[in-house]
């Protein structure tokens, strides 16, 4: 059980890193972001989730550390996706380099606030309703599908939302504000279900997606000439939720009685860091060698 001190210290420590990437983003909005400059940031804050994480165990359990480790990957894994959709979106608004700078922040503290009072609302009916991982499960196991659909070169397209906002005259700052705060809503649909089908926390499901959202803006720089190269991501990404999905369920049907297998956490989370190594390394060494063979044939 984490105390109200230990709470209260946890979100005034993150509140200061988001303070201070606020900050950064405000100084520096009319510079672009080089490319070992985002490279230089990013580690710092994947190691700064790492060691939170190592910490853990002074304050937490054990268990507690395995289950933000699994919520943490897995939600930074959704993020990366999303920042792809966000490459797409900001090239087709057209948004100024020195813009992007201070959209994506506000855009990340937009998510953050939407997952804010979506994460009450999951911890809620998680703890009062145990027929809600059914429905977790289940769109989780669709939105796998969907994913799985995806050819992976679909452009963003103007909704009528977007189109409105123009003929109303909004600035281009103002509309790529809203499409990624529309963008993040979706996107945070189906994070939520995905991080308790992890822990039952309030508090891990808290940390790992916040620790999986900061850096966001220095990450999404780094992965601007990475957009055709990992191409089996949204692969990877549906395998993932779709075994999530499929936890949920059987965790909901073993809470009903019902002899099916558990699922353990190691499994979960050695079943994520597999698949996400085997989907950046098939995608990086498949457009090698379709690179390699255009070089070849021109």
């Known amino acids: 059980m984490i105390s109200t001190n230990e709470w209260v210290f946890t979100i005034a420590f993150l509140a200061a890193v988001i303070i201070f990437d606020l900050s950064l983003a405000i100084i520096r909005r009319n510079k672009e972001t080089s490319f070992l400059e985002a490279l230089a940031w990013t580690v710092l804050y994947i190691g700064a989730a790492v060691g939170f994480g190592i910490f853990m165990p002074h304050w937490t359990s054990g268990e507690m550390q395995k289950e933000f480790f699994a919520g943490w990957l897995t ?3 959704l993020s990366v996706d999303n920042i792809f959709v966000f490459i797409i979106l900001l090239a087709s608004l057209k948004v100024k380099k020195e813009s992007q700078q201070l959209v994506l922040l506000l855009g990340i503290l937009l998510t953050i606030a939407i997952r804010g009072l979506l994460i009450p609302i999951g911890a809620t009916l998680v703890s009062r309703f ?8 289940a769109f989780l196991i669709y939105t ?3 994913l799985i659909k ?3 070169e679909e452009e963003f397209e103007e909704g009528k939302v977007i189109s409105a906002l123009k003929k109303r005259g909004l600035s281009t700052f103002s509309i790529a504000l809203i499409a990624l705060g529309i963008t993040n809503l979706v996107f945070s649909l189906d994070s939520i279900p995905a991080i308790f089908g992890l822990t039952h926390s309030a508090y891990i499901v808290t940390t790992a997606n916040v620790f999986a959202l900061m850096g966001l803006r220095q990450l999404y720089f780094l992965l601007e000439g990475l957009l055709t190269r990992l191409i089996y991501l949204s692969k990877g990404l549906s395998f993932i939720l779709a075994f999530i999905g499929v936890k949920m369920i059987l965790e909901a049907l073993h809470g009903n009685g019902v002899e099916v297998p558990e699922v353990s956490l190691e499994l979960s989370l050695g ?6 190594i085997i989907t950046a390394i098939t995608s990086l060494a498949a457009t090698r060698k379709s690179s390699e063979r255009n070089n070849h044939i021109s």
């Open 75 to 77: 939600e930074y894994a």
């Open 130 to 137: 145990s027929s809600v991982f059914y429905i977790f499960g």
């Open 144 to 146: 796998a599908w969907k």
């Open 150 to 152: 995806e050819d992976g």
């Open 271 to 276: 079943v994520i860091i597999t698949t996400l």
